[in-house]
């Protein structure tokens, strides 16, 4: 006689093992010019560095439990001025390891490589559907030879099951503006995040495309991240905007209202990362609006690159998230909310002093159990000391029972920033998926401290979710 079973929950967790080069690559195999060791990781002790020459990083990632699921991508990259192309591939293997298919295949130009050092790059990227026979994902960093001492290094990596595929159509605007409906945007070869081409504004622009939503189970959520570089030392604000749309085209609501202020994106060349969520789609949404709103002062160049929408299972778990209504719902030792234009998102940031702090606040979580989740925020560190060491967050993910008591820990790191001065000082973003919460969680507990160092630290929109 077969016994009841509790249903088995599908694997949630980051696939990649050793995502953070803290083992020896023991997990990863190499080849060409790579060193393990790295002066600069991006999270933890360690990132994986490849030197000037030619070289390749990969792992078979084992999709047991995955199912027929697409996977969320996401690495950081850190590259010195003249560093070459890199190749980020993920290959579908059968359980023999042959071939069944691309999953997803990333161009990412050297051009990128701006050698600002305070400037790493943390991408995001949606894979297809895996083959019904997929037993392993491949994933492959390949690197060409680039100029002496140039060099590469990667740190958190993340592929962890997603429950839809990217939404949007054209979606790094490698055919142009197809599909999509600009306002003073032009279609630009000249310095993409990813691939070939870009969206390219010439002063105040509107950029928007309708997603359909409607084959979706309603009342769902959405994961959107998108890629934006102003190369000019011009200040211009974006508004990037979701709203939901009946089947007569009309806005019922707005889904997201997500404010890149004036001065946020100015001193930096590279490209820099979001990943917001949207509240859930109203009854009678068949199309989702993404719309990217630029204004600023006169004649400039604005990039939009690599946008993804994404069906997600919860909406923001975070209260305050952006820190735009002081430290409402945080617990802060140390720690006030600043208002600046250089914000992340929205108005206000929550520093903490050079001389530390903490933040922390219990998001209430409902059949937790077996579930993994998803955990973001952006972080910029200043210093008016020379050759101030790198400031340090240590951020924690702590799982709850009903008492309120401790379980264990979900997710612990440490993210790394680069210090300059306040002027050059640019966001770094940071993603990691927990474990699976043990039987009992009822709440996570995120917590963030700071250890005293020669740097103050700003922290701004922090993303609690389940992909
Ligand atoms: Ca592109
Ligand atoms: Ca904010």
Redesign the pocket.
Known sequence: MPRNKAPRLNVCRNLVLDHSFEEGLRNWGVSGDVTYYSGQPFTGNQSLHMNSGAASLFQNVSLAGVGRRPLFLSFNVRGSQGAADLIVDVIWLDRSLRVLGVGQHMYIGAENFTGELNAPLTFFEITDLPPTQAAYAKLVFSKQEGAVDSYIDIDQVILAPIHSINLVQNHGFERGLLMWNPTNFIAGFSFPLEGGGFARGQGDGLLTQDVYIANQPPRSSYLLSFALSIPEAVAVETTVRVQWLNSDGTVISDGLVFFIPSASLLNRQAYLTYVAVTSPAPLGAVRARIRFENQGAGLFEYRIDQVLFARISLSNLVQNS???NDLTSWDSDGVSATNMPT???????ASIPATGGSLSQQVPLLRATGRCYLLSFALKATSEEEEAADAVLLARVIWVDRFGRELGLGLGFVARVGVTESEDATWSVFAAITEPAPPGTVAAKLQFSMPESSASLEL??VVFTRL
Not at 343 to 349: D, L, P, R, T
């Open positions: 952006s820190f735009e914000a992340y998102e929205g108005s206000w940031v701004d929109h």
